[in-house]
């Protein structure tokens, strides 16, 4: 499974890249705002420090107005993805792109059936939520789940992102699933190599290494 970054702090993204762990990264307009910069200059930076797909999310909703922002956003950079919402506008958008060979994300997908049709529509990824499922008391890696074998059945190579991970656990149950990606917050992502037992057992191995001779 690909390790994305959902975030736009470039010190989180820095840290994990040094530990060869960065596949892409995914942004939104709520994690640009965090970081109080313009998003043109913010997200030719991440593409500067990530060699992977990043993803950076138009905000227009009308067909015309995501083009326009597409093909701005896409001049930005080699490895830029366009993220576009799960609308028929955002289909639209999506299928047109697709046509013209520039990559897609398309996000806020909620059911399998959103997500198939953006594959349909020729998105290279899509985007389901699994926390925002779980925040509403659903089981958002059913839908994982039922993804992934939705488009297995018709050979689709549209690739699954897991978004809105919270948990260690969404990661393991993503990697099970059989997931292709799980974008994770760059706050979280230091808690999946962290363990209490790992941290006791380097204290016990250092208290007895005292008490080997010289
Ligand atoms: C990434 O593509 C999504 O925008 C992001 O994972 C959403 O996460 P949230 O539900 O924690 O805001």
Known sequence: MKFFLDTAN??????????GLVDGVTTNPSII?????PFKELIQEI???????????VVGLTVDEM???AYEIASWAENV?????????GLEATHRLSQ???????TLIFTAVQGLMAAKAGAT????FVGRLDDIGANGMDLIRNLKSMLHNYNFSTEIIVASVRSIQHVE???IAGADIATIPGALLPSLWKHPLTDKGIEQFLIDWVNVPA
Do not use: F, H
Request: aromatic residues 2%.
């Open 10 to 19: 470039l010190a989180q993204i820095e840290r994990i890249v040094r530990l």
């Open 173 to 175: 149950q993503a990697a």
């Open 81 to 89: 993805v366009i993220k576009l919402p799960m609308t028929e506008n």
């Open 125 to 128: 990824y899509i985007s389901p």
């Open 33 to 37: 705002a965090k970081e109080g910069r």
């Open 47 to 57: 593409c500067k420090i990530v060699k992977g797909p990043v993803s950076a999310e």
């Open 67 to 69: 083009l326009k922002e």
């Open 100 to 106: 013209e060979g520039i990559k897609t994300n398309v």
